[in-house]
């Protein structure tokens, strides 16, 4: 059975830094696309970043410049460093793990609390 582990999520200040991680376990072989998505209370989940197998990223607007999104394939596993957090950041972070070569499967992760105070 394939999981996805988050870790790294916290309180921190604004203009602080985090960085969360996300193990995949349960497959040999590494996904397609990985990434990060979070959802605020109140609101729908987003995406906030994903990165394929070949390393090509992609980050929503608000967060470009100030997250970086990697990926260890061989380990099967995905970080997200955030830097310069803003209270909207606020929010439960999600990682997503979608495509095994041709295989359309996808998991999620349980989720890790990102609080940022102003």
């Known amino acids: 059975q394939v999981q996805l582990v988050e870790s790294g999520g916290g309180l921190v200040q604004a203009g602080g830094s985090l960085r969360l991680s996300c193990a995949a376990s349960?497959?040999?072989?590494?996904?397609?696309?990985m990434g990060w998505y979070r959802q605020a209370p109140g609101k729908q989940r987003e995406l906030v970043a994903t990165?394929?197998?070949?390393?090509?990223?992609n980050y929503r607007d608000s967060v470009k410049g100030r997250f970086a999104i990697s990926r260890d394939n061989a380990k099967n596993t995905v970080s997200l460093q955030m830097n310069g957090l803003k209270p909207e950041d606020t929010a439960v972070y999600y990682c997503n793990a979608d495509g095994i070569r041709g295989l359309r499967i996808n998991y999620w992760g349980q989720g890790t609390q990102v609080t940022v105070s102003s």
């Open positions: 349960g497959s040999t072989l590494s996904f397609n696309v």
């Open positions: 990165i394929s197998r070949d390393g090509s990223t």
